[in-house]
């Protein structure tokens, strides 16, 4: 079964600073691998996501992402913070299979941005 | 594109009574998903529909949870007797389905914060 761990429950970045929010998976598949954002009382949006293509993946508003098997990692970084980026980013990993189709995310990131 | 869509956005009830929420999709969409967060966590699945049929359920959905999908388009998520522990926000999204699209997007939409008085 896949496993998200989040490392760093809050991340607190200074604004036009690089933003590195981190992301470990376990899975004995071959893993599809999502980064969300939430805005407060809102739903989820996604950023971006791993399909087993191109192992640097690039999202909206500037963030990107890279796989990295040997580490099991799927860590989102943004060269630019900027005041808007302020919210919680969620890591996600697809457990797929037979009937099974869902999501199981890490415990979220609450980023912050200083002016 | 209108999205995801969910009813009521906020519900406040009382311990012992019964609530149902409303989930539209993605029209087209054959995928919904039933999702809790609770504060301060990541959301956690609770069950997901392939067009009607409910296909997983999890542990997370006791008895007193029930959730259809009548048609294959809008669900309900029912809870009955609810629980100061059933407060949190409820989350629906929908999926295009289909062989080969297990790992398309899941659309999410705003949620139904649930407080259980």
């Known amino acids: 079964a896949q496993s998200v761990t989040q490392l760093g429950s809050h991340v607190s970045v200074s604004e036009g600073a690089l933003v590195l929010l981190r992301c470990n998976y376990s899975s004995s598949v071959p893993p599809y691998l999502f980064w969300y954002v939430q805005y407060p009382n809102q739903g989820l949006q996604l950023l971006l996501k791993?399909?087993?293509?191109?192992?640097l993946v690039k999202g909206i508003n500037g963030f990107e992402a890279e796989f990295k098997k040997s580490e099991t990692s799927f860590h989102l970084t943004k060269p630019s913070a900027h005041m808007s980026d302020a919210a919680e980013y969620f890591c996600a990993a697809l457990n797929y299979g037979g009937a099974t189709n869902k999501l199981i995310f890490g415990t979220g990131t609450l980023l912050a941005v200083q002016p | 594109d209108t999205g995801v869509s969910q009813d009521p956005r906020h519900k406040i009830t009382k311990r012992g009574q019964n609530v149902t929420f409303r989930c539209d999709p993605i029209?087209?969409?054959?995928?919904l998903y039933w999702y809790r967060q609770t504060l301060g966590q990541g959301p956690e699945f609770l069950t997901y529909f392939q067009n009607e049929a409910q296909l997983e359920k999890s542990r997370l959905l006791s008895d007193r949870f029930s959730a259809e999908r009548p048609k294959g388009s809008f669900s309900t998520l029912e809870i009955q007797h609810t629980e100061q522990g059933d407060s949190a926000m409820y989350l629906c999204a929908s999926s295009p389905g289909g062989r080969g699209h297990y790992y398309n997007e899941q659309f999410f939409g705003p949620g139904t914060r649930l407080t259980v008085l």
């Open positions: 791993y399909t087993s293509a191109a192992t």
């Open positions: 029209s087209e969409h054959n995928r």
